[in-house]
Structure formats: structure tokens, C-alpha cells
């Protein structure tokens, strides 16, 4: 039952479309690299979820201005990507073909996902200060720690390999344009949201 329990607050955490998980859906639909950023985001996941249950979420909660120089760093971050983002959507006209797509080097995907990943206080409040809270009423707070981690290998390789059945509608260049748009909208509203929060 702790592992249920686990399991179902770690998928409903990590649901919500934000800035880590539009960029996987982003690798996923250009079929690059999805292996390696699925199972950096999943690991980081399972450290900070791993750190969470083991009672490192006072720690936070006794330094808040670790917090906050992670939102200020997070929200730029943000802010950047979104309108790099922007710019493609209105400057550039691709598909998804295998002859034209335009490959980035694995270190750029996994600098890009670590930044996504870990310059996002929200990740921290969720794994450490969440997830750790909510274990403390677990029986086995191994199984609550194994089910959170569990949803976290699920979703982000689901997301990641799942987002290649979207490929037909990709194969047009106005949809990759509106896609990078949509994206980069979110990413400026996340980094608004992060700064004001």
C-alpha cells in the first residue's frame, strides 16, 4: 500500500506539463537523445526523492535562501530558453524528416535537462520538502521512497518514447513552428510564475 501511495504522488508531482517535461516531449518528437535525458531526469528524481523520504526537507526549510537563489537562476533560466524558443518559431522552417533534422550533441541535451531539472526550486519543495513530509506518515517509508521513484522511471520514459507516435503531425513545418511557440510561451509564463511565487 506504500508503494501505491508513493507511486500515485510521484506521477501526480511530475504530471503537469512544465519546463522539463516540454523539452522531453521536444527530444522525444526529434527521436534524439531520448534514453540518456529520460534516465537523468528519472535519476536526478530518484536522488532528490531518495534525499526527501531519508529527512533532508528540514534542511531546506532551514535555509530558505538556497531556495531562493535557485528561483532567481531557474526563472532566468527559463526566461532564456523561452525566448530562444520564440525566435525559432518565427525564424525557422523544419520538419521532422530524417534528412533534415538538426542534431544537438548529447552534452548540450543533458546541460540543457540539467538545468531544467536542477535549477527548478519547484523540483526541490516537491521531492524534499513533499514528498519527504508525506512519507513521515508511511508504515515502510522504503516502499513509499521505491513507489515515488517508480512513477518517475514510468513517466518521463512514457513521455519520452511515447511522443515519437506524434511524429506524422511533426512531419509538417508548421506544426513544429507552433510547437516551439507554445513552448516558448510556457517557458516565459514558468520563469513569470517562478520569479512572483
Given amino acids: 500500500?506504500?508503494?501505491?501511495?508513493?507511486?500515485?504522488?510521484?506521477?501526480?508531482?511530475?504530471f503537469a506539463i512544465g519546463s522539463q517535461n516540454a523539452f522531453i516531449l521536444k527530444q522525444g518528437l526529434k527521436k534524439q537523445h531520448i534514453f540518456a535525458i529520460c534516465l537523468f531526469c528519472a535519476v536526478s528524481d530518484a536522488l532528490l526523492i531518495s534525499a526527501g523520504v531519508a529527512g533532508f526537507g528540514a534542511i531546506t526549510t532551514r535555509y530558505p535562501n538556497a531556495v531562493f537563489i535557485a528561483k532567481i537562476a531557474g526563472a532566468l533560466f527559463l526566461l532564456v530558453y523561452g525566448l530562444q524558443s520564440l525566435y525559432a518559431s518565427a525564424t525557422k522552417s523544419h520538419a521532422l524528416t530524417q534528412d533534415h533534422q538538426q542534431v544537438s550533441s548529447l552534452k548540450k541535451s543533458l546541460l540543457l535537462c540539467f538545468g531544467f531539472t536542477w535549477l527548478n526550486p519547484h523540483v526541490y519543495l516537491d521531492t524534499l520538502v513533499l514528498v519527504g513530509m508525506v512519507s513521515t506518515g508511511a508504515a515502510s517509508k522504503l516502499q513509499f521512497g521505491i513507489g515515488a521513484v517508480s512513477a518517475s522511471f514510468v513517466f518521463f520514459f512514457s513521455l519520452g518514447y511515447g511522443a515519437r507516435l506524434l511524429s506524422p503531425l511533426f512531419a509538417k513545418p508548421k506544426a513544429w513552428n507552433i510547437l516551439d511557440a507554445l513552448v516558448g510561451l510556457l517557458m516565459i509564463y514558468l520563469a513569470w510564475h517562478l520569479y512572483s511565487s
Avoid at 501505491?4 to 510521484?10: A, D, I, T
Fill in 1 to 14: 500500500m506504500d508503494y501505491v501511495s508513493g507511486f500515485m504522488l510521484g506521477l501526480s508531482l511530475i
